[in-house]
């Protein structure tokens, strides 16, 4: 299959813009790469809002209105593309109803949720390496990762859940094994008919693999969790890097087909 008529059949659901001041280029840039790559859907998920006492690489409370219009000009700018209106917002332990009023504030078509601190530990900032390597028990910060990945699950404010295994994105792989620990968060998550998300991010990070591994998403095939698909573009050229690997990673783990989203309702989409 051409590569036209394979990114047509597929939505790219995760990439940035500047407003979080660590990606580049605005959602109408974005849709322009998409449209140049064929792409059958965008949807931009720019990194929500938190309480102060977190990173600040991400829209600012004020900004959503830019954000809101920024969107509605890139679909004027491709106006043949179906571009939908996400966001990335976190989990953290206590901050569910921030994170809920936020949400109240926009009509998304969907909303990725991301677990990227561990308490108050921003354990996916390449700064926070020197910290991984004096851990001693890796399973523990695994097992802790994967608890909050599963209360996240539980809230039901998000649609999909980001970049699964991000805890593995500098290397520091566990001894022990952890399929146990993948099934016990992934029944939660089937049980709160969340949807999980394979990430082509960690292509580009220290461990070179797609978010979540074969080992996990294999489990989930088996308990029937729908996957999306993500780029996690922080630069327009990013847009929809590294599908033909996700693509054939789904299919490997015995997925035929994908989920899509408009106003927070799902609909599946054969795997190209
Ligand atoms: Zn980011
Ligand atoms: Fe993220
Ligand atoms: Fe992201
Ligand atoms: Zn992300």
């Known amino acids: 299959m ?11 659901l995760h990439m940035h813009t500047h407003l979080c001041a660590h990606a580049e280029g605005e959602p109408k840039d974005y849709a322009k790469r998409a449209v140049a790559l064929g792409l059958g859907e965008l949807g931009i998920s720019e990194h929500a809002p938190m309480p102060s006492g ?30 939908r209106l996400g966001v990335e917002a976190e989990y ?30 921003n ?5 926070e390496i020197p910290a991984w390597r004096a851990i001693r028990d890796l399973f ?46 992934l029944r939660t998550v089937a049980e709160a008919g969340c949807c999980l998300e394979i990430n082509t991010a960690g292509l580009r990070k220290p461990v070179k693999e797609i978010y979540p591994s ?4 294999r489990i989930a095939r088996r308990l029937d969790i729908p996957i999306t698909f993500g780029s996690d573009a922080h630069a327009p050229h990013e847009v929809g890097v590294g599908f033909r690997e996700a693509v054939a990673l789904a299919r490997e783990c015995g997925y035929a087909e994908y989920a899509r989203f408009e106003k927070r309702k799902r609909m599946m989409r054969p795997l190209p």
Not at 93 to 117: C, K, M, N, P, T
């Open 123 to 127: 354990f996916d900032d390449p700064k």
């Open 92 to 121: 953290c332990r206590g901050q569910e109803d921030y994170v809920r009023r936020f949400l109240a504030r926009a009509d998304w078509d969907y909303v990725i949720g991301s677990v990227h601190y561990l308490e108050m530990w």
């Open 54 to 83: 977190y990173d600040a690489l991400r829209l600012a409370e004020d900004r959503l209105p830019d954000y809101l219009a920024m969107v509605e000009a890139a679909r004027r700018v491709a106006p043949q593309l179906p571009i």
């Open 2 to 12: 051409n590569d036209r008529a394979f990114y047509g059949q597929l939505a790219d």
């Open 140 to 185: 523990g910060t695994w097992r802790d990762y994967f608890s909050l990945w599963k209360e996240a699950a539980r809230t039901k404010l998000y649609d999909t859940l980001g970049h699964p295994d991000l805890v593995k994105k500098f290397g520091f792989f566990p001894k022990e094994p952890c399929e146990a620990l993948f099934e016990d968060a």
């Open 214 to 217: 074969s080992a996990f998403l």
